[in-house]
């Protein structure tokens, strides 16, 4: 003997689902209800910038004092949306000078707090953006005192060091 509460089993008859419709079955005390009812659309991951491959170098393990040093500094953007509002701060060390017409893009150069800086940058997506300039070693720079040259680069949801050193010999 069964109990009116069980649930059963939906019944063979049960209608196929039909593409963009959603089929609920359900079986209370020996009554099954069908239900169809539209399918959610499917829903897209918005695009997304994916900053990547901060490299910052001046591609020179040793320089004189008196001699110029070009700084590279290159940002990737692999996403499939622009990365806004990117801010990149270069910290420029003690013993070197740098150029503020060699700065490209243009950028800040703040010669109290030894800081260059280009801000509110756009990185379009699957780009590369480059930022140069050129610095003079002191001709005072004591002989293998190491330029560490270090980049900082922030945009939201996305923060990142780079550093390049150079020996002076």
Do not use: C
Not at 25 to 30: D, E, L, M, N, R
Not at 43 to 66: F, H, I, S, W, Y
């Amino acid at each position: 003997l069964e109990s009116p509460t069980t649930p059963q089993p939906a019944s063979p008859a049960t209608p196929s689902p039909t593409p963009g419709i959603l089929t609920l079955v359900q079986v209370i005390q020996g009554q099954t209800a069908v239900v169809n009812v539209p399918a959610p659309a499917p829903v897209e991951p918005a695009p997304m910038p994916r900053l990547t491959a901060v490299v910052k170098t001046d591609q020179r393990d040793t320089a004189a004092p008196g001699e110029f040093l070009t700084y590279r500094i290159i940002l990737r953007n692999d996403g499939d949306a622009p990365a806004a509002n990117v801010r990149v701060v270069d910290h420029v060390p003690q013993h070197l000078r740098p150029d503020p017409s060699s700065i490209t893009p243009a950028g800040t150069d703040d010669a109290a707090t030894r800081t260059i800086t280009w801000d509110a940058k756009t990185i379009p997506p699957h780009t590369i953006k480059r930022f140069t300039f050129s610095a003079q070693v002191n001709p005072a720079a004591p002989n293998g005192f190491i330029v560490s040259n270090v980049v900082e680069v922030v945009a939201p949801g996305f923060s990142a060091r780079a550093a390049d050193a150079t020996t002076v010999s």
